[in-house]
């Protein structure tokens, strides 16, 4: 069975550009969420999926962030326009449950300059 | 301000000797914590977990032990292997708003020496 899998591995963009994020969950598992570790620091949540309805968005650090998950499958990040603060590791986690029995991404590595 | 706290950085041990992991939290309202695994350029994966209720857990070579009294937390693997050389999180699950998430720590850098 397949994983959770991210694209792209790694991205490098511009300052004031665009980036789109994508998470492919475990088939079956309607909880995805997306968590982000900044340089240094700890994984952080930003937000949680129950099928396509956002359950809680309350990490989401800004406005420049959109998170979607048309027909409750795969779910996409986007920021626009990027800053040099959002560089990090992106995180995408699914369960059939809740957190605890979810299972993590490899991560898209996401570098602004 | 953080909630979840892995003081040590890094932590170096002999292969065959115990490795203890240490965490500590602030929030009393936490009712379960969890320890996960992390290797280069791959997600963490889920390694043990403990409920508040619970004092220890043990799954094979891994123990984890709950102090609640002192919201503290420990990982202990005997005997330590060079495969289990990876970033340690340790992480707590708090429900907000209708949703669970984790509250993370920074992470403990584990190396096993052969």
């Known amino acids: 069975e397949a994983g959770v899998t991210q694209f792209p591995s790694h991205s490098v963009i511009e300052k004031g550009q665009t980036v789109t994020l994508r998470c492919d969950p475990i088939?079956?598992?309607?909880?995805l969420y997306w968590y982000r570790r900044v340089m240094g620091k700890e994984i952080k949540f930003l937000l949680h999926?129950?099928?396509?309805?956002?359950?809680?968005e309350s990490g989401m650090p800004n406005n420049r962030f959109l998170a979607e998950r048309t027909g409750g499958t795969y779910s996409t990040l986007k920021v626009q326009p990027a800053e040099l603060e959002d560089s990090g590791v992106y995180f995408c986690?699914?369960?059939?449950?809740?957190?605890?029995?979810?299972?993590f991404g490899q991560g898209t590595r996401l570098t602004v300059v | 301000d953080q909630q979840v706290k892995q003081n040590s950085p890094s932590l170096s041990v002999q292969e065959g000797r115990i490795s203890i992991l240490n965490c500590d939290y602030t929030?009393?309202?936490?009712?379960?914590f969890l320890w996960y695994k992390k290797y280069p350029a791959e997600g963490p994966t889920f390694l043990i977990s403990?409920?508040?209720?619970?004092d220890k857990n043990e799954d094979g070579r891994f123990t984890v032990f709950l102090n609640k009294s002192a919201k503290h937390l420990s990982l202990h693997i005997v005997p330590s292997q060079p495969g289990d050389s990876a970033v340690y999180f340790c992480a707590a699950s708090e429900w907000q708003g209708g949703s669970e998430k984790l509250v993370f720590g920074k992470g403990t850098k584990l190396t096993v020496n052969p």
């Open positions: 929030n009393s309202m936490f009712d379960y």
């Open positions: 999926f129950v099928k396509e309805s956002k359950q809680d």
């Open positions: 088939s079956g598992h309607d909880n």
């Open positions: 986690a699914s369960s059939l449950r809740g957190m605890t029995e979810a299972f």
């Open positions: 403990i409920s508040s209720i619970k």
